[in-house]
């Protein structure tokens, strides 16, 4: 069946410093890829997604490439700020299914 | 403003005691979703709705129970909640299962 491993946290940054969360997937077929991301306290939001293979997502300064052929998702930032300290989910929904598949999720603390 | 919302957003019951945490959505989202969050364990799909009267089990159905009878509600019904079933529980809602996922703000429950 389908799958998402993401790297274990937590991961603890400086401010500025440079950020990259690994995420990589099992599936069949051609599944969308997402990000998401949930703030203390709060429930988890869209961050990014790709929908095919060498897709890039964007937004807020992160990035992610759709790697079919490494089946990776990796989540990079190059200057984090004490404001992305958060939970990030890497995710997928798979081809002919109703069904997502959340990675463990990855805590990211970033210290000013 | 399109949103998810769920209530009781905390609730702490015992053993046995029946209870149904509601969830509405306002943006005639066709799919809707109920996850639970446990530490280590990511977030974990019990119970989706393609649509009206159309429910199916997630990963971990079992001690939960749902409905769909308006497309707005899905409500998750515990009959006799247990311990183990202490969780931060997650309604969501897209316009497919394929979509992306618009999260309510989540319920943490705790059965003694």
């Known amino acids: 069946g389908n799958s998402v491993t993401q790297m274990e946290g937590p991961v603890t940054l400086s401010e500025e410093a440079f950020l990259t969360i690994n995420c990589t997937y099992t599936?069949?077929?051609?599944?969308?890829l997402f990000w998401y991301v949930q703030y203390p306290g709060e429930g988890l939001q869209l961050l990014l997604k790709?929908?095919?293979?060498?897709d890039k997502g964007s937004n807020k300064g992160f990035e992610a490439t759709y790697r079919k052929e490494t089946t990776s998702f990796h989540l990079e930032k190059g200057s984090v700020q004490v404001s992305d300290s958060a939970v990030y989910f890497c995710?997928?929904?798979?081809?002919?299914?109703?069904?997502?598949?959340f990675g463990t999720g990855t805590r990211l603390k970033v210290l000013a | 403003e399109a949103q998810v919302t769920q209530n009781p957003r905390y609730l702490i019951t015992v053993t046995g005691k029946k209870l149904t945490v509601t969830c509405s959505q306002n943006?005639?989202?066709?799919?809707m979703s109920w996850y639970r969050q446990d530490p280590g364990l990511g977030l974990r799909q019990i119970y989706y709705?393609?649509?009206?009267?159309?429910?199916d089990k997630g990963d971990v159905p079992e001690g939960y129970k749902v409905s769909r009878k308006e497309k707005r509600n899905f409500p998750l019904i515990l009959e006799s909640p247990s311990p183990n079933q202490t969780s931060l529980y997650f309604c969501?809602?897209?316009?497919?299962?394929?979509?992306?996922?618009?999260f309510g703000a989540g319920s943490r429950l705790t059965v003694l």
């Open positions: 969501a809602s897209s316009l497919n299962g394929a979509n992306v996922l618009t």
């Open positions: 599936a069949t077929g051609y599944p969308s």
């Open positions: 790709a929908t095919k293979a060498d």
């Open positions: 995710a997928l929904s798979g081809t002919g299914t109703y069904k997502y598949i």
């Open positions: 943006m005639n989202h066709e799919y």
């Open positions: 709705s393609m649509n009206v009267e159309v429910t």
